[in-house]
């Protein structure tokens, strides 16, 4: 009977372990969502086009369509995101005429707006 109860305890420690490994995880994509969202408010409030936006998220969709080994697909995809989002160059501070012709660059992952 002790035995079952330690048996019991270790099963009930792992779950735990689990269960606190999916809630960092979880915090990470949240964290990483909210970033995200973020920059599409900016973005937003400097008149973007939806077209523009459309590009970015085909973009990261296409780079991500893929994905990688040993990492999650949903944070990989909103961290790709991120990144395109953060290259704009409305987010850089350039002027809207020159930021609204969006162009891809060499680099698939890298979008200027």
């Known amino acids: 009977e002790l035995q079952q109860k330690v048996e019991e305890t270790e099963l009930l420690k792992m779950e735990l372990q689990m269960l606190e490994t999916e809630r960092v995880r979880l915090s990470l994509v949240e964290e990483k969502l909210l970033d ?16 523009t936006l459309g590009k970015i998220l085909l973009s990261t969709l296409e780079s991500c ?9 949903l944070f990989e995809v909103l961290d790709t995101l991120y990144h395109e989002l953060a290259a704009c160059e409305l987010l850089q501070s350039q002027p809207l005429e020159k930021a609204q012709s969006c162009q ?6 890298v979008i200027s707006c």
């Open 36 to 51: 995200v969202l973020q920059l599409l408010q900016q973005l937003r409030d400097s008149n973007i086009s939806k077209r």
């Open 65 to 73: 369509r893929d994905p990688q080994p040993g990492k999650a697909h």
């Open 104 to 109: 891809s660059l060499s680099n698939p992952l």
